[in-house]
């Protein structure tokens, strides 16, 4: 009987080896190359004039004048007797060849005496040849034929039989088998998704001892979803799989199954599932699925085109009539709402997990783990960072730790310190500082227009989001910037605090019509992102007199759901009311951060003051101009861009829009980014 003991490691899989030698596209062609060329050679010598045909006499003649130049004797045996060819150059002496060109080479053959072999060995002139047999004239002749023959069989009866296994090989799949001992990820390297990470590691258990669930009745999934927003390492998860189990690991892309010819694809899906069964038990991952797998008839047209084919195969072939034992599929997406419901049935994908974004904790490990290749320097507080980067995916916290050691090596320091870390986070959230030369009036209105936000920023929200710093450097497309940092994760967002976003994003107009009686455009980014926050409040979350009613509807893509056409949820009353209520909020909040704003004029005049001398001020900064009317603590000035050239000044003309924050959506910023 077989030994049955699960505590006993499995041996290490061997790779699959190939049916036959596949021999390299490269050498082919370099056989191809060498061929002709051996072709040309033989069948065509080139314009070089033939030789002039002269006898042995003449031959001895023009040696013993002194004309030659260099010769050559052979000697060959053919017909039972002795029969010799000369050929040489001459100095100067001009002779004309059969075809009438003038030529300075001559050739001729026949029997040699021995007087005349040692006049001409007398000179040193000639050298001997050794003679040549029959069978290497032979040869010579006929290995050129060879080689062109084989070469031919290589380049087009190999893919001639290719063919017959799909249009040109285009039917086979592109899935490769991952290889254990390259570049190998375990669990230990995937931080920041505990939950999602014990969901799949139930599989690799399973595959590793099948009976402990086998016992109890349980099955192994089908399919597992990876579920998730761009960045949060649904892919690095999927290679801690191939890492863990001790099973083949086949990679694909689900673009690799859309091609142009009808029917590919479906083929592609039935060779890859075959390669599967040949190495099962194994896993099989897909990356972006929802390539592949949309809705079937969504939208305008539908039909059966390509990509339904390759569906359909897909359905098929995960849990069809044959059912394929020992083929786990896991793929990734994230956009699950296009996805086909015939594809997400159990069955088929028994299993969504969720990889959402990382919170506090899951922030601070995944710093952590990708801190390991870069020189920190003991100032570097990465719960501190992991705290200021709510939002953040583990590939944006990835690209954020790289940018601080670029920013740290082009300063020439040993170490990446707390302020390039600084930095980098203000680039990768805000966009990159850029010192752009501004006129005093163009500076003075930039500086108020900012203070305003600041001041009411600081007025009204609470301990949850202080205000971190502010600036008139421009950076992104903006001119100047409030930045927020948040204490704690933002799950919900509260009427109050939407509230107090609201008129913090609108303080920045009142300041510019308060002080300069006139208004810009600097504030059009603003009342978009205002605006947008209003209508969720009545249409979305039900935070207005209309009640706790969604609105919102019909606002989705027709192109990318389910239904061709569009129906109105709202009559011209309701529409009218919206408008009216996303209005009111508006001019409440608008009054209301007036009204603070003339309370504390002097701060607001302070801290524009302040940006004017040193062009950013901390948060802390606004809070003494604040409550004692002038800036306590030092002000470290901001540095300079490294190795950067200054930007041209533009003229009037082409200022462009101003736009003093960033999306208030983004990380970092008080307002909600809704879905």
């Known amino acids: 009987m077989p030994d049955s003991d699960p505590d ?33 050679w033989y069948f065509n010598p080139g314009n070089v004039s033939p030789p002039t045909e002269l006898n042995i006499a003449q031959i001895v003649d023009l040696t013993e004048e002194g004309a030659v130049k260099v010769g050559e004797i052979r000697t060959d045996l053919s017909g039972g007797r002795d029969w010799s060819i000369i050929k040489g150059e001459t100095h100067t002496l001009q002779f004309t060849n059969a075809k ?31 003679a040549t047999t029959v069978w290497a004239q032979l040869a010579g002749n006929i290995i050129p034929f060879i080689i062109i023959i084989g070469l031919l069989y290589f380049l087009f009866v190999r893919q001639l039989r290719n063919a017959g296994k799909g249009a040109m090989s285009f039917g086979k799949s592109k899935a490769k088998m991952l290889q254990q001992h390259r570049d190998k990820v375990s669990f230990k390297e995937v931080a920041g998704c505990d939950e999602a990470k014990e969901e799949i590691a139930e599989v690799v258990d399973f595959l590793r001892d099948p009976k402990k669930f086998q016992k109890m009745g349980g099955k192994i999934p089908k399919g597992i979803l990876l579920v998730g927003p761009p960045g949060t390492g649904k892919t690095l998860l999927a290679k801690a799989v191939a890492g863990e189990a001790e099973v083949p690991f086949f990679s694909v892309s689900g673009s690799d199954f859309v091609e142009m010819f009808v029917g590919v694809g479906a083929s592609r899906v ?13 896993i099989i991952f897909i990356d972006e699925i929802d390539a592949v797998g949309r809705q079937r008839g969504a939208g305008l047209g539908g039909g059966n085109d390509e990509r339904e084919q390759t569906l359909n195969s897909l359905l098929v072939e995960m849990d069809g009539f044959d059912t394929t034992d020992g083929v786990i599929i896991v ?8 996805l086909d419901s015939a594809l997400l049935r159990p069955g088929r994908f028994d299993r969504q997990i969720h990889v959402d974004l990382p919170d506090l904790l899951g922030r601070d490990q995944i710093l952590r783990v990708h801190a390991r290749k870069i020189s920190l320097s003991d100032d570097v507080d990465l719960t501190g960072i992991a705290r200021a980067t709510a939002g953040m995916s583990g590939a944006d916290l990835a690209n954020l730790l790289n940018e601080g050691a670029l920013l740290a090596a082009r300063r020439n320091k040993k170490k990446v310190e707390a302020i390039d870390m600084e930095d980098a986070r203000e680039k990768v959230l805000f966009g990159r500082e850029r010192r752009r030369v501004m006129d005093d009036d163009e500076k003075k209105m930039t500086a108020y227009h900012e203070a305003g936000h600041a001041l009411i920023g600081a007025l009204l929200n609470d301990d949850w989001l202080p205000i971190h710093k502010v600036t008139i450097l421009p950076r992104g497309q903006a001119l100047g910037m409030a930045m927020y940092v948040p204490r704690k994760e933002m799950l919900s967002y509260h009427k109050k605090r939407l509230l107090n976003t609201i008129a913090s994003g609108l303080a920045g107009r009142i300041a510019e019509e308060m002080v300069f009686d006139d208004i810009s455009n600097g504030a059009a980014s ?40 569009r129906n109105e949820h709202l009559s011209p009353d309701t529409a009218n009311l919206i408008d009216v209520e996303v209005k009111k909020i508006i001019h409440d909040q608008y009054e209301r951060a007036t009204q603070l704003m003339t309370e504390h004029r002097a701060a607001l005049d302070g801290i524009a003051e302040g940006l004017l001398e040193y062009e950013t001020i901390e948060g802390r900064h606004v809070m003494e101009i604040i409550q004692h009317g002038e800036i306590k603590s030092p002000v470290i000035s901001s540095l300079p861009p490294v190795d950067e050239p200054e930007e ?4 009037d003309g082409e200022k462009g829009k101003q736009e003093s924050e960033s999306d208030l959506g983004g990380a970092g910023s008080p307002a909600p980014s809704p879905a």
Not at 21 to 35: A, D, E, H, R, T
Request: charge should be positive.
């Open 8 to 40: 006993k490691k499995r041996k290490p899989l061997r790779p699959p080896t190939p049916d036959r030698f596949q021999m390299p596209k490269v050498f082919l062609v370099w056989i191809f190359i060498i061929g002709a060329v051996m072709a040309l």
């Open 100 to 130: 009438g060109e003038a030529t300075a080479s001559f050739q001729g053959s026949g029997r040699l005496t021995d007087t005349s072999l040692e006049k001409l060995q007398s000179t040193g002139i000639y050298r001997e040849r050794p």
């Open 270 to 282: 039935r060779d890859m599932f075959e390669q599967g069964r040949k190495n099962a038990p194994c």
């Open 331 to 338: 793929a990734a997406t994230n956009r699950p709402d296009v």
């Open 526 to 565: 603003d009342i978009k992102q205002v605006t947008r926050t209003a209508r969720h409040m009545v249409c979305d979350w039900g935070m207005s007199p209309l009640g706790p009613i969604a609105y919102g509807e019909n606002q989705d893509t027709v192109f990318l759901g389910r239904d061709i056409t």
């Open 648 to 651: 041209k000044p533009k003229a």
